[in-house]
């Protein structure tokens, strides 16, 4: 079982429509990135976030630490939101503190 | 501020072969990560760089080796390539460690082993 689980793996949304995306995890982590990457290979940070909410425009994420679960929601989405969403936690503890472990991605389709 | 650049962006290379990869961080950015990403396996974390130390190491093999320059710059190294070495290598930087701060990703450096 991979330590970094997200669903949905492939999404189509209509424009306009509230998506969301989650992520959970089985390590203890000391934070947790959310990751936008477009056809063409670049990688875009969303988020880094540790606990609570954060907000930018239209993207909001959330993290649940004791129930070791993330979610990316986008409202109001559009075509240009199309991309992976990549969810990747900082594992916490001794040893290999800091690493960071990626979820396989959700790929996100907005049809106009 | 200029952002991440790597070089080359693309190469081919044969089995056997050595491979140097290039990246120049933002201006003023001391950590710089590397990364593998395939088809089969995603992203996979292979190192981390910060003052010119390595602060974290993935689960690769001793074949994939990286060094920081004082000015930030970084490269990694990979020795007698395989096949499986095919893939995109990203690297990001970040004003502090990577794991607690927002990282800027690179183009990537696409690598082809025939």
């Known amino acids: 079982k991979n330590e970094v689980e997200q669903s949905p793996q492939n999404l189509t949304a209509q424009e306009g429509e509230f998506i969301t995306i989650n992520c959970s995890y089985s390590?203890?982590?000391?934070?947790l990135h959310w990751l936008q990457q477009h056809p063409g290979g670049g990688i875009v940070s969303l988020f880094m976030?540790?606990?609570g909410k954060k907000k930018h425009g239209r993207l909001i994420a959330t993290i649940n630490i004791q129930e070791k679960h993330s979610s990316l929601h986008i409202t109001a989405s559009h075509p240009r939101d199309s991309a992976v969403y990549i969810c990747?936690?900082?594992?916490?503890?001794?040893?290999?503190?800091?690493?960071?472990?990626f979820g396989k991605g959700t790929k996100l389709s907005v049809k106009p | 501020k200029a952002g991440v650049t790597q070089t080359p962006r693309y190469l081919i290379k044969t089995r056997g072969q050595q491979v140097t990869l290039s990246c120049s961080p933002i201006s003023g950015h001391r950590s710089v990560s590397w990364y593998q990403q395939t088809p089969g396996q995603g992203l996979q974390f292979l190192f981390e760089?910060?003052?010119?130390?390595?602060?974290n190491k993935g689960n690769f093999p001793g074949r994939f080796s990286g060094r920081q320059f004082s000015n930030s710059r970084s490269e990694m190294n990979v020795s007698t390539l395989e096949l499986g070495d095919s893939a995109l290598y990203l690297c990001a930087s970040s004003e502090h460690r990577a794991a607690y701060n927002e990282q800027f990703f690179g183009p990537g450096t696409r690598l082809t082993v025939l």
């Open positions: 390590v203890g982590i000391s934070a």
């Open positions: 760089y910060f003052s010119e130390t390595q602060r």
């Open positions: 976030l540790s606990s």
């Open positions: 990747a936690v900082a594992k916490g503890g001794e040893g290999s503190q800091g690493n960071l472990i």
